[in-house]
């Protein structure tokens, strides 16, 4: 589509209903792990860290797509392999001031990933300049190449605390790193519900003061 039809306000706009849609919907997140090179131990001759030191993990809303596991045989007998890709908010990571890099690693339940490669995956309307998203690959890395607890959810047949996420509270742009470009600018108004909150158990109450809103409990 024609610049002269699409300008600043356009992308904004796209911008924060896409955001919309990752942060206050869909409820899919990632944790990364930025490997600290200058503190990890490379060998002289493979050029490799046995020994990674990480950054705190950074809790990433994404959309995920999950591969089916791939099934290697070794000497050691059968193992399998899981691969991931993740799309990435293009604006969020710029208001994010985050660096996504490739040989970096990621969690997604109770596996850790090493990203293999990293891609623009669309443009806005054709401008180069406007990334919509980041695509990351990754694959299942072994235990000892991170030596981390996985953080939930996980998986719902394991006992820890974290393992099955119970509730989930929408962002709305009401944290200081997520950014809805239109209310910043007073294009837009704040919405006056606010974001909500499921809690199934309704032991948790969201910040209006009610339940689960999305049950039905108002």
Not at 5 to 31: L, N, P
Not at 131 to 138: E, F, G, H, N, Q
Request: negative net charge; aromatic residues 10%.
């Amino acid at each position: 589509m024609a610049r002269l039809f699409v300008g600043q306000r356009e992308i904004d706009f796209f911008a924060d209903i896409t955001k919309e849609i990752i942060k206050d919907v869909a409820g899919q997140k990632i944790y990364y792990y930025t490997v600290r090179e200058d503190l990890s131990d490379v060998h002289s001759v493979y050029e490799e860290s046995m020994q990674k030191i990480f950054n705190p993990p950074i809790e990433l809303e994404c959309l995920v797509e999950w591969q089916p596991s791939e099934v290697k045989t070794n000497q050691f007998g059968h193992e399998q392999m899981k691969t991931i890709s993740a799309f990435l908010h293009g604006r969020d990571i710029i208001d994010r001031n985050l660096n996504v890099r490739q040989g970096d690693y990621i969690s997604y339940g109770e596996f850790f990933f090493e990203i293999t490669s990293l891609v623009y995956d669309k443009i806005a309307y054709g401008q180069v300049e406007r990334v919509v998203s980041l695509k990351l690959m990754a694959k299942q890395t072994r235990v000892e190449h991170i030596l981390k607890k996985a953080i939930g959810p996980t998986y719902e047949g394991l006992t820890d605390s974290d393992a099955i996420q119970t509730t989930f509270e929408q962002q709305r742009g009401q944290n200081d790193y997520d950014t809805r470009q239109l209310q910043k600018d007073g294009v837009l108004e704040k919405p006056l519900s606010g974001p909500q909150k499921v809690a199934p158990d309704a032991s948790i109450k969201s910040i209006n003061g009610v339940g689960s809103s999305f049950y039905g409990d108002e």
